[in-house]
């Protein structure tokens, strides 16, 4: 804690780069063994809700307690990331000249688990080289804030009052994700309506083990913010007293590994397809047959077919 030094987090920046590049195998290589410390918070929720002002907030509270803190912003809709990168500069400033706190914006396309690939490396490094809290801001509602939620051990979904979008948002699967809402901008005069429709969304699902805590915050004047900690570290209580968290770690580990094998297998694929569709006379079902030969044998163990059985009387009958 707080020994941050600037060569440091020149490393550290340099590091994210290198992965973010795609170039990140051997490097993660040498530190994954000192990851699995940090703390993770995912956000994500629309446009404009405030997500950027409340992690400056959550930022500040952390600081508070002494914590050094690393903020990922993701924006999945746009493959360079300006919108987000202006709405830190303008946000985050504050937290710019604290050593302890580090800020970087991602939107590689470069990666081979794409940006929630390149995303999961930066948490890994970030966590690696120490840092206490990570928090990964993603922009919008549809798969990629899903998967990079996975990343994170707790996931906070902020809506607004008035939107008129929540109900939209609550039904896109974001329900599923959150482990504490926030209905930020509490000042609006529909904030209220807005929990009360959450609180009713969650009475029509039902939970096991964990129900998401709600929670009203102003990120602007830093109203709500220690609540919003509480709920946090409560998740995290829980997660630890009820196993869940190995589970949680291995869910994503799983996932990291299925994305970069995908990513790979992806390369292969498309290469035998090049080279198998040049050869003329094969139907689709044999060109496939033959592109997955080149990987090896197939075989019902591997997750391949049973062995074809020529169905002759209905070729016949076609015939
Ligand atoms: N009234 C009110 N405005 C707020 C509050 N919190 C944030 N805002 C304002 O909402 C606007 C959007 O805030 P951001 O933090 O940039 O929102 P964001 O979700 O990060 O936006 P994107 O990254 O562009 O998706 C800014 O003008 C903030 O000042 C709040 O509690 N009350
Ligand atoms: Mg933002």
Do not use: C
């Amino acid at each position: 804690m707080g020994d941050f030094d600037a060569r440091k987090m020149r490393a550290l920046a340099r590091a994210i780069s290198w992965a973010e590049s795609g170039r990140g195998a051997e490097l993660i290589g040498h530190v994954f063994a000192r990851s699995g410390r940090a703390m993770t918070i995912g956000l994500t929720g629309p446009p404009g809700v405030g997500k950027s002002t409340l992690s400056s907030a959550i930022v500040r509270k952390a600081r508070s307690l002494g914590k050094t803190v690393g903020v990922i912003s993701v924006d999945p809709s746009s493959p360079y990331s300006h919108g987000a990168l202006l709405g830190d500069r303008i946000r985050l400033t504050e937290h710019f000249t604290d050593p302890d706190v580090f800020i970087r914006s991602m939107a590689s396309r470069g990666h081979l688990g794409g940006l929630a690939g390149a995303t999961a490396d930066a948490v890994l490094l970030m966590d690696a080289f120490g840092i206490d809290v990570v928090l990964i801001e993603t922009v919008g509602v549809g798969q990629s804030e899903i998967e990079i939620a996975e990343l994170a051990q707790t996931t906070i979904v902020a809506l607004q009052p008035g939107s008129g979008d929540s109900v939209q948002v609550l039904k896109a699967g974001i329900m599923e994700i959150a482990d504490v809402f926030v209905v930020n901008k509490a000042d609006h005069p529909m904030a209220n309506q807005l929990k009360r429709e959450i609180r009713s969304m969650m009475e029509m699902l039902s939970f096991s083990g964990w129900v998401p805590e709600l929670v009203a915050t102003q990120a602007l004047i830093g109203e709500g913010i220690d609540d919003l900690w509480r709920a946090v570290e409560a998740h995290v209580a829980y997660l630890k007293s009820s196993g869940e968290i190995d589970e949680r770690r291995r869910d994503a580990f799983a996932h990291q590994v299925r994305q970069l094998a995908l990513g790979k297998l992806q390369r292969r694929l498309d290469a035998a397809v090049r080279r198998e569709t040049r050869a003329t006379g094969l139907d689709p079902y044999a060109a496939a047959d033959r592109v997955l030969g080149s990987f090896g044998p197939e075989t019902p163990e591997n997750g391949g077919d049973e062995p074809a059985i020529r169905p002759r009387a209905v070729v016949k009958g076609l015939t």
